[in-house]
């Protein structure tokens, strides 16, 4: 028989459950951890930050302007400044991007729309291989292998499109017997072209992974309506692109930005705001530091790390940027 | 009353008959039929203009790098060959369609050319690299010995690598050890915690990821050596390292766990799982292999990277395996010092040297992609093996 429960006098009154969402017991101890993990990353890499700010304040106090606009690098009569090494990172950055923006670029269409299906993921592999083959190796190779060779295509520059300033080259004849091999190379041209096969990995990368989640059926749509596979590639798949083009550029730009090794040695220090690619000598923020810091005193290591805190301000900038149009852009939906 | 089949001709009402059915016949006099070429396939006349232009080109560019213009020299024949090429394709092209189709095969040309070009480079790098270090490699001491007591002019039967390859090693190892749990915690923390605060942490390390090498390394050699006043050592660059690549491995992570499915997340949650056993049996072993990938990449990177090393660990002769002991060499900057100093057999010392941590990164590569196929789609290599053996000699 069914009877109905009638509350007894002596029970409590019903009142609503108190639901929490804070863990308990494991969970708490596991959450815990996590932010406490977290924490520590946050102050690790927050704390390089702020050191580098707090390490750089002492010496942009003391130069004030002078620090940027400067070009001399003397410690001993207390000159310090870093128009000229800006300028050559600059430079280097923007040969190097000359040479690895074109050629990341065609290589992600390549290898998303023109290579035959069976071999595109070893493209794929091998792309991402480059991107893990050490800096110095690069270093090497654009030292004994390019650089003689990029001495003769600077002096063809030079001889043929010598009139635009950039490339000039002071102090030679281009038209003489025998050229003077020792000033076309060490240059930012030089050291440009090494670092374009550091960055251009992963801006292909980049592009490549964005050109690959094109929806294959505005692809066919367009094939559908007769247009030529080039006539498909310009109308669908890089404006669904744009985005990881631009932001895959910024990426490999950043990275020119800051590359040290092989910049060193290749070029020939030299302290002086050129904007004459082809001459021998420059100098990059990095190759200044990887030069400088043994014999730093106190103050002016303070001074490098100025010019590091500078150099790691740009590349934020220009990461940060990449990062906003990735995600920004319609090809960002699905790509983290 | 029976039914009975009429053979009558049906009632005619005033309409067309229906169209009789007609049988196809077959005609013996036709060729017989062949398959259809397929659509999305060049017809023989396309492909041979395609071929034809570019050995045209050839032809083209031989005349005028070597006969007409004063071009000497492999490059100025390629450079020549690939735009004489270009140029012929793109009037065989013009002669039979339009400026489209012009334009779709000057494009086609173009893509593939850039994609030739940077498939040399990378040849090009890896066959010259080993090509100029080959000699040293084939030295067994090479590996098994350090360079103590050898001079940067004497031959490659003395002297070797062994100590840079154990301290690359063991300053991996630091930077594993450091990197490993802090990375991939915060990018749990990041992913399966959330609130206000992950969002922070994630902003910063995004940023720091553009801490450019070097100025990691400076940051440890003024802190660590400098303001702490210890010394020189593996232990410094397995920091520098550290600081280095946290950040990268941590987004990388990130990136990884985020595209876990949330619907098993859910799963697990409703089947009654706390939070920290789906994160240990459910979302850290979906991401398992992006994840080993993640790591493995940043630990590639750190082991070429040069400048950290540069600026912390000096470089010592001898085999030290004590990461406190102070300096201690590794391999890029064994690299790095040897081609400095300019001596034509410490040049070739440092390829072979190069060629090692090729080999080195390739290894570990390799091992990313084995653990980052994923699994389930492909049977194990063993069990592909050994079925294969027996069913298929009976078949053939």
């Known amino acids: 028989l069914t009877t109905i429960p009638t509350p007894g006098a002596d029970l409590a009154p019903v009142s609503p459950r108190r639901l929490s969402r804070a863990s308990t017991g494991a969970d708490a101890v596991f959450t815990v951890g996590a932010r406490t993990v977290g924490a520590s990353v946050l102050v690790i890499t927050g704390g390089v930050g702020a050191f580098l700010a707090w390490q750089a304040y002492p010496t942009l106090r003391r130069y004030g302007w002078s620090f940027f606009t400067e070009s001399q690098w003397q410690p001993d009569q207390d000159v310090i400044g870093i128009a000229a090494v800006l300028c050559g990172t600059v430079s280097v ?67 043929h499109l010598g009139w635009i300033p950039v490339f000039q ?131 002016q290591l303070s001074a490098l790390l100025a010019a590091g805190f500078v150099l790691f301000l740009i590349t934020l900038v220009v990461n940060t940027g990449a990062a906003v149009v990735v995600n920004r852009s319609r090809s960002g939906a699905g790509v983290d | 009353m029976t039914l009975t089949p009429s053979t009558t001709q049906p009632p005619s009402y005033d309409l067309a008959p229906p169209p009789a059915t007609v049988l196809p016949s077959y005609d013996d006099d036709v060729a017989p039929a062949v398959p259809r070429l397929g659509l999305g396939k060049a017809s023989p006349d396309e492909r041979f203009a395609k071929v034809g232009s570019w050995v045209a080109g050839l032809a083209l560019a031989w005349v005028v790098t070597q006969r007409l213009l004063p071009l000497d020299g492999l490059p100025w024949l390629l450079i020549a060959w690939f735009s004489l090429g270009v140029a012929v394709s793109a009037v065989t092209a013009g002669m039979t369609g339009g400026r489209i189709e012009v334009k779709d095969r000057v494009a086609e040309s173009l893509v593939t050319g850039a994609a030739l070009l940077v498939g040399a480079a990378v040849v090009s790098t890896v066959v010259f690299v080993a090509l100029r270090g080959w000699r040293p490699l084939l030295h067994l001491n090479f590996w098994t010995d350090d360079m103590s007591g050898v001079g940067p002019k004497d031959g490659f039967d003395t002297g070797g690598i062994l100590h840079a390859i154990t301290g690359s090693a063991i ?11 802090l990375g991939i915690g915060t990018a749990v923390f990041m992913t399966e915690v959330g609130g206000r605060f992950a969002r922070i942490v994630r902003t910063v390390v ?16 003024t802190v660590f050596i400098i303001a702490l006043g210890q010394p020189r050592s593996g232990l410094a660059a397995g920091l520098a390292i550290s600081v280095m690549i946290l950040p990268i491995i941590a987004r990388a992570s990130d990136v990884v766990l985020r595209v876990v499915p949330g619907g098993l997340r859910e799963a697990s949650l409703a089947l009654g799982a706390s939070r920290w056993r789906t994160v240990w049996h459910v979302v850290l072993p979906t991401a ?109």
């Not at chain 1, 590359?259 to 190759?287: D, W």
């Not at chain 2, 930077?175 to 490993?180: C, F, G, H, K, S």
């Open chain 2, 288 to 396: 398992r292999p992006g994840l080993a990938t993640a790591v493995i990449l940043g630990v590639a990177r750190g082991v070429g990277e040069t400048s950290p090393v540069l600026l912390t660990s000096g470089a010592a002769a001898f085999l030290v395996t004590n990461p406190t002991d102070g300096v201690m060499n590794s391999l890029p900057l064994f690299i790095y010092s040897n081609v400095r100093s300019g001596e034509p057999v410490a040049i070739e010392r440092a390829f072979a040297a190069a060629t090692a941590l090729l080999i080195l990164v390739l290894v570990l590569f390799t091992l990313a992609r084995v653990l980052a196929r994923p699994r389930g789609n492909r049977p194990p290599l063993r069990s592909r093996l050994a079925r294969r053996r027996p069913s298929d000699l009976e078949t053939r």
């Open chain 2, 171 to 181: 300053e991996l190892a630091i930077a594993l050890l450091i990197t490993l749990p």
């Open chain 1, 93 to 159: 950055a923007l040969v190097a991007m000359f040479f690895a923006f074109p050629l990341a670029l065609l290589t992600a269409l390549y290898i998303s729309e023109y290579a035959p299906v069976r071999i595109r993921s070893t493209l794929v592999a091998l792309i991402d291989l480059m991107a893990a083959v050490p800096s110095i190796v690069y270093g090497l190779w654009g030292f004994f292998l390019v650089m003689p060779h990029a001495a003769e295509l600077a002096l063809w520059l030079q001889r």
């Open chain 2, 206 to 221: 995004e940023a720091m990821t553009a801490l450019p090498s070097i100025v990691a390394g400076l940051f440890v050699y």
């Open chain 1, 169 to 299: 080259v002071h102090d030679t004849d281009p038209g003489a017997a025998t050229w003077d091999a020792t000033r076309y190379v060490s240059s930012a041209f030089c050291a440009g072209i090494a670092v374009s096969m550091m960055v251009m990995p992963m801006a292909c990368a980049v592009m490549r992974q964005v050109f690959s989640q094109t929806p294959p059926g505005e692809k066919e749509a367009a094939l559908a309506l007769g247009a030529t596979k080039w006539g498909m590639v310009t109308s669908v798949v890089l404006p669904f692109g744009r985005g990881g083009i631009i932001g895959g550029t910024m990426l490999g730009l950043g990275r020119a930005l800051g590359e040290t090794i092989a910049v060193v040695l290749i070029v020939s220090p030299a302290f002086e705001v050129k904007p004459r690619i082809l001459e021998v000598g420059t100098s990059t923020v990095s190759s200044l530091i990887a030069g400088r810091f043994g014999e730093a005193s106190t103050s």
